[in-house]
C-alpha cells in the first residue's frame, strides 16, 4: 500500500495500464508466462535500447531466457488514466469498500454520474469510487468490448475486462482497500461489461450491478470459479436493451434479465428465486407507489441473487432521489445491497 492520506477526502490520480500492470511470471518446464493488468502492450528488448512488442493480450508464454528483458507499455500514452473519489473519512489504517461505476455505450462517465449520481456516497456511505471511461470508436463515441459483442462494433479488440482488472489493482497498490468488498456497477453496455468482470474476475469481484445490461447467451465463456452476488436492475418496457434478450437472429445474442439472474443463481448455488407479489421499491420518479417488483434468492450474505424489474420502465428512466436529495435511490440502495454482501472465502 502506497503513502497517500487524504485528510479531507477528494481524488487522485492513477494510470491502470502502468499502476496495476505488474509483470507476473510462472514457469512451465522450458518455458515461462507472463501475465499482466491494464491492458498494456508486452515488449521484448536484448539490452534496454531498443523494445519491440511481442504481445498485444495477456498472457503471454516464450521460452525461458535470461538474455531478454520484458515491459509492460502504455500505448494510450496516459489517456485512459482514472481519478479515483475517496472519502474524508479516509485513513491508511481502514479498508474501504471499491466501487467502479461502469457508462453505457455512448454515455461517457461524466455524463452518466450526472444521471446516476454516485459521487455524493462516497462520504455518506464512506466508499471509494472510479468512474472509468471506455475507449472511443471513429465516431468519438465511449464504449466498453463485452464479450467481444456489446458494443465494439468496429471490433478493435481493446481488452476492457484487462483494463479494469487494472482499474483495480491500481487501487489497491496506492489506498488500503476491503479486498472483500470490491463491486462494479454498470448501465447498458457498462451492465453487459459488469456481467463480463464477474466471470472472469470472480477471485476479487465480491458483487456486481447490471442495471438495463445483460449476460453473454454462450455459457461456456462464463465459468465463474467463485460466487458473485448479481443485482439486475431492468425496465420491463426497455426498446434498447429488450427486457426479455435477444437471440442470433435478431442481433447480439444475450440472455433476459430473468434468464440471467437464474444463470448466476446457478454459478453461485443459490435458490430457488422467488417473486414478490406486489411492487416493494420505488425508484422511478414521477411514479405514485412502489413501482419495482423483486426476484431474489433466499440470501445468505455471499452469492446472493436478485433481479429487480421496473414496471413500464424505460432504458434510461427518470429515476427518483434519495431522501436527502443528493443522489438516485437507485444508486443509493444498490451500493447497500451490495455492502451488505462481502466476497465469499
Known sequence: MAPFS?????????????????????????????????????????????????????????????KSLYRVRDHWEGKRSISVNVPKSYRKD?????????????????????????????????IILVNPEGTRNSLGLPFWNAFGKCCDIEESGVDDSSYLRGVI?????????????VYVLGHSNGGFMAYQMACEHSDIIAGIVSFAGGSISDKDRCVPANPVSVLHVHGIADPIVPYIGLSEPFGVPFEGALSSVETWAEHNGVGPLTNDVFASLNLV???????TLRTRSPGNGHGDVELWSILNGSHVPLLSYSSDGTSTRLAEIAVEWLLRRSKFD
Open 285 to 291: 420518479a414521477l411514479d405514485f407507489g412502489n413501482d
Open 94 to 126: 481502514k479498508a474501504f469498500p471499491l466501487f467502479l461505476l461502469l457508462h453505457g455505450f455512448s454515455q461517457g462517465a461524466d455524463s452518466f454520474e450526472s444521471y446516476f449520481k454516485m459521487k455524493p456516497l462516497v462520504d455518506s456511505h464512506d
Open 169 to 181: 489493482e491500481a487501487v489497491r497498490n496506492e489506498l488500503n482497500i476491503d479486498e472483500s468488498r
Open 6 to 66: 487524504a485528510l479531507n477526502g477528494g481524488e487522485i490520480d492513477l494510470n491502470p495500464v502502468i499502476d496495476g500492470a505488474e509483470l507476473q511470471i510462472a514457469y512451465d518446464g522450458s518455458e515461462m508466462e507472463m501475465r499482466w493488468w491494464g491492458g498494456g502492450l508486452l515488449e521484448e528488448s536484448a539490452d534496454g535500447s531498443t523494445w519491440n512488442i511481442v504481445s498485444t493480450k495477456s498472457p503471454f508464454r516464450a521460452p525461458i531466457s535470461d
